[in-house]
Nanobody
Framework: QVQLVESGGGLVQPGGSLRLSCAAS????????MAWHRQVPGNQREVVAL???????NYVESVKGRFTMTRDSAKSTVTLRMTSLKPEDTAVYYC?????????WGQGTQVTVSS
């Protein structure tokens, strides 16, 4: 059974930093494009960051220069390092794996940026 489990969310002040982790089981991450998505109540889930199997990362414009996505297939983990956090970054963050035979979602972790 495939599982993606996010962790590291919480409450942080504007301008603060946070690191999210996604631990995968049941799949070899090297075979998957990985992504972080986020969703706020009343809105659709949006892609925040993508990283290919070859390690090329891309980011939505609103987080460029502030977020960094990494992958470590040997450790079955994906991270999202977030800095200079803004209230607009508040959302549930989801880990996503996309492979040639299908994709999987994690359960999400809440990030709240507030004073």
């Amino acid at each position: 059974q495939v599982q993606l489990v996010e962790s590291g969310g919480g409450l942080v002040q504007p301008g603060g930093s946070l690191r999210l982790s996604c631990a995968a089981s049941g799949i070899w991450l090297g075979d998957y494009q990985m992504a972080w998505h986020r969703q706020v109540p009343g809105n659709q889930r949006e892609v925040v960051a993508l990283i290919t199997s070859s390690g090329d990362a891309n980011y939505v414009e609103s987080v460029k220069g502030r977020f960094t996505m990494t992958r470590d297939s040997a450790k079955s983990t994906v991270t999202l390092r977030m800095t200079s956090l803004k209230p607009e970054d508040t959302a549930v963050y989801y880990c996503r794996a996309d492979g040639r035979r299908g994709g999987y979602w994690g359960q999400g972790t809440q990030v709240t940026v507030s004073s």
